[in-house]
């Protein structure tokens, strides 16, 4: 069996793992370089140029709305369903803003419940991660998704993704190396297809997770994980 258990010495945590700083500004390291986090307004400044902005859905003008819902398909075309994007709202989103005040990067966290052996978990689930293809292989990713990290870390006692990308394993997300279930009432059904697939990141306040054991997600309409 494969486990991950928290250290008991904080500073053994990566940055993006640490426990949350208890004021109003918080630093962390990322791999495009140091920025801050700013919790009022919410903001993340990035190297010179770049400022990521976290607010909730309803906080979202109807024109940021559909600069993401675009963006989603500018990066994923068809691939990128409706069903897929009514995941991704209802939670926060971490954006982006390029010329024009246009949103040029996302990721959103939701919340979901995982059961790991048996225990029912917070989980921050990361939707819709994207990045226009004209501003790629510029660090925004990597400083997007060091935010959701952060936040994640606050907040949840797990995060929890699905892809086939390994870019996410440098940032610290592991791979869960179990047979992945979901649960709709009261029976359960197995998600082969995604096995494999399903990505967490641990978190401080993270049981310790048999990363081979079964991992069970609460059912949902279009894509389960």
């Known amino acids: ?85 009514s995941h991704a709202l209802g939670g926060t989103h971490f954006v982006v803003r390029g010329g024009g005040d246009t949103i040029v990067s996302h990721a959103a966290v939701v919340d979901r419940r995982i059961e790991v052996s048996g225990d029912p978990l917070s989980t921050g689930y990361v939707e819709a991660v994207a990045t226009h293809p004209r501003f790629q292989r510029k660090g925004l990713a990597t400083a997007v998704m060091s935010a959701v990290a952060e936040f994640i870390a606050g907040r949840y006692r797990m995060g929890a993704l699905s892809t086939s990308l390994e870019f996410y394993e440098r940032l610290g997300w592991i791979r869960w190396r179990g047979q992945t279930w979901c649960r709709e009432g009261g029976e359960l059904f197995r998600t082969a297809d995604d096995d494999g697939g399903v990505w967490i990141l641990p978190t401080r306040s993270s049981p310790r997770l048999d990363l081979e054991s079964d991992i069970v997600v609460e059912w949902r309409g279009g894509d389960v994980w």
């Open 1 to 85: 069996m494969i486990f991950w258990e928290a250290p008991s010495d904080n500073k053994r945590l990566p940055p993006t793992h640490a426990a949350r700083a208890p004021e109003n500004t918080a630093r962390i390291a990322s791999c495009v370089g140091n920025f801050e986090r700013y919790t009022n307004p919410a903001r993340l400044m990035v190297e010179a140029n770049w400022i990521i902005e976290e607010v909730e859905t309803p906080g979202l003008a109807d024109s940021d709305l559909a600069d993401i819902r675009r963006l989603m398909d500018d990066a994923f075309g068809d691939r990128f369903s409706e069903e897929d994007w």
